[in-house]
């Protein structure tokens, strides 16, 4: 067992570099094995094999990917802007590698020289970082869609731009109710708060989740929002022109976004780490590794243990490789919506509800701290009622076919096969 | 002298290594462009240094006038990230101010409810 003090010196500069090295490599695995597990998967829900060739369970795949994409020629098209044609993928790819950084995988591990956090950085803006970069995405997005010189390219770069902006706005209104929640914005705190309500914050901000999530599949330009790259309408979208490595990188960025958004969605609504039981919890809390508080306020201190860094960390990975699986699922699952449907979706009904939803919890919060409900379970069970019942207005709204399907209805009524005068007979 | 100290303390402890994973990334990206654009055979011909535009000898220019409904998104998005950006430091603190701070946050989302449903009548919200 080493002191309960937060790594320091020498020590915690190799810590770092350690945690930065592995982090970013198990990230970037992570993202190459999931091309694969997509591809397996479409299979799977098709009923046909996949990939399985190269390797065990085709397990090599992405690294033939990746040499094949090394060694293609890549073409530059005559008319692009060259400059930014060769940024475009940079700026893309970065983004998406640095978001991780704030997000914590795991309980704090004890070494000898002290406690390491289990996060790349616990910096105080902690879910801001998050919001900032991925916002920055949709340049290198744009750029690469204006640079190509391509109609197909610039149209499903604009498309990119619109549509991403959209739902950012629903996708941080959505996050206000986990904010008055935490009471801070590193997702450490988001994580502690959890532990202490003894209960995730899917139960307790359910239709929070879903703006989410459903906000999250549209930011990352995935089925069925993926207007920008919509294959019958636009060959690829943004990327059409960029082939090999470059075509590569925004293929990567696009899995880093959804790895990213995974592990974010685990860690706002499903406890990051956290196990159900108060046996891993720990935060620190004024210099110190605590577990709770005692009834008499007094700090528990936690007992941290290696074999609980490793357990949580199977934890959040499981719950970051659900929302993965469901990235895929929803893919081969729903058709693709068109874009005016998406754009009446995002400020129709995403906004305006998770603005309405914000204020509802808001109130709801103040009204359980003025009749004295401590913090913890039955706190996490009154909230549930009022955020399901809105949940349940909410889905009931949606399914009056007033929006979502509502633009198809309405072009059914004003061209509709009857209003169409037939032919006569002929040869009558 | 405070505000010195705490910078430092800041620089030195979170912020580096976000630096660190910044500098990998940067050099990741470019790696791998800069790789490839060594691996790879350039053998350019004029027709594959067209635009592809489905086989067809692209029409027109491309940096053609667009709708101006991006315009209004992007208008628009500039109004309700505001929002959200005002909304964040009082959803922070919310508990501890209480019920005032929780009405004049309503008063300011109901304005801007307010614009949005004058902009939703006006037409704006429409891809027609």
């Known amino acids: 067992m080493g002191s309960l003090q937060p790594i320091s010196g020498p020590w915690a500069l190799i810590a770092m570099s350690l945690k930065v090295t592995i982090i970013f490599g198990v990230v970037v695995v992570v993202v190459a094995f999931s091309t694969l597990a997509e591809r397996r998967v479409a299979a799977w829900i098709q009923d046909r094999r996949g990939p399985n060739r190269v ?6 795949q992405p690294v033939a990917d990746g040499i094949k994409n090394l060694l293609k020629e890549e073409t530059l098209p005559a008319t692009a802007s060259k400059a930014f044609f060769v940024l475009a993928p940079m700026f893309v790819l970065v983004p998406s590698l640095v978001t991780f950084a704030v997000i914590p995988i795991a309980a704090p591990l004890p070494t000898p020289a002290g406690v390491v956090d289990m996060i790349i950085a616990d910096i105080p803006i902690g879910i801001l970082y998050v ?58 705190e988001v994580v502690w708060q959890q532990q202490q309500l003894g209960m995730w914050f899917v139960f307790p901000l359910s239709l929070a989740f879903i703006l989410f999530v459903v906000s999250a599949f ?30 590569s990188a925004f293929i990567i960025s696009e899995f880093g976004h959804m790895v990213t958004a995974s592990a974010l969605m685990a860690t706002l609504f499903l406890g990051g780490w956290d196990l159900p039981g108060t046996w891993d919890d720990a935060f620190w809390h004024e210099g110190q590794l605590i577990s709770g508080f005692a009834q008499d306020g007094g700090a528990i201190l936690a007992n941290p243990a290696w074999w609980k860094t490793v357990l949580t960390f199977g934890g959040f990975a499981v719950k970051t490789s659900f929302f993965m699986l469901l990235y895929m699922w929803v893919r081969w699952t729903l058709p693709r919506f068109r874009y005016d449907q998406v754009m009446a979706l995002g400020w129709k009904v995403m906004l305006p509800t998770a603005l309405a939803y914000a204020m509802l919890v808001g ?11 401590p913090w913890g379970f039955w706190y996490g ?17 949606l399914d009056r076919g007033r929006t979502i399907i509502g633009a198809a209805g309405q072009s059914r009524q004003k061209v509709s096969i009857m209003s169409i005068s037939q032919p006569a007979p002929a040869g009558d | 002298m405070k505000n010195f100290t705490n910078l430092s303390r800041v620089m ?27 691996l790879n055979p350039l053998r350019p011909t004029p027709q594959k240094l067209m635009p592809y535009e489905s086989g067809m000898i692209p029409l027109g220019d491309t940096r053609a006038r667009f709708s101006v409904k991006f ?17 964040i430091p009082w959803a922070v603190q919310m508990r501890e101010l209480g019920w005032s701070a929780f009405v004049a946050m309503s008063l300011f989302v109901i304005i801007l409810a307010v614009g949005l449903l004058y902009e939703w009548k006006k037409g704006g919200l429409e891809w027609d």
Do not use: C
């Not at chain 1, 909230?383 to 709204?397: K, R």
């Not at chain 2, 315009?71 to 909304?87: P, Q, R």
């Open chain 1, 55 to 60: 390797g065990p369970f085709g397990l090599l």
């Open chain 1, 218 to 247: 549209a930011e990352t330009n995935r089925l069925p929002f993926d207007m920008p790259e919509a294959e019958s309408e636009l060959v690829t979208g943004y990327h059409t022109e960029y082939s090999a490595m470059k075509f």
């Open chain 1, 131 to 188: 919001l900032a970069f991925s916002s920055l995405a949709v340049y290198g997005v744009v750029l690469g869609g204006w640079a190509s010189n391509n109609k197909y390219a610039f149209l499903g770069g604009l498309r990119a731009s619109a549509q991403m902006v959209s739902y950012e706005v629903a996708l941080g209104l959505s996050l206000i109710t986990v904010l008055m929640m935490s009471g801070n914005v590193t997702l450490t």
């Open chain 1, 381 to 397: 069970l009154a909230l549930t009622g009022v955020s399901g019942a809105a949940t349940v207005g909410f889905m009931f709204f």
């Open chain 2, 12 to 38: 030195s402890g979170s912020y580096l290594p976000l630096l660190l994973l910044f500098g990998i990334s940067v050099v990741n990206a470019i790696g791998m462009v800069v790789t490839s654009h060594i």
């Open chain 1, 363 to 373: 109130g709801a919060i103040l009204v359980l701290d003025e009749l004295g409900v």
């Open chain 2, 71 to 87: 315009y209004m998104v992007a208008i628009s998005f500039i109004v309700f990230d505001l929002e959200t950006i005002f909304l």
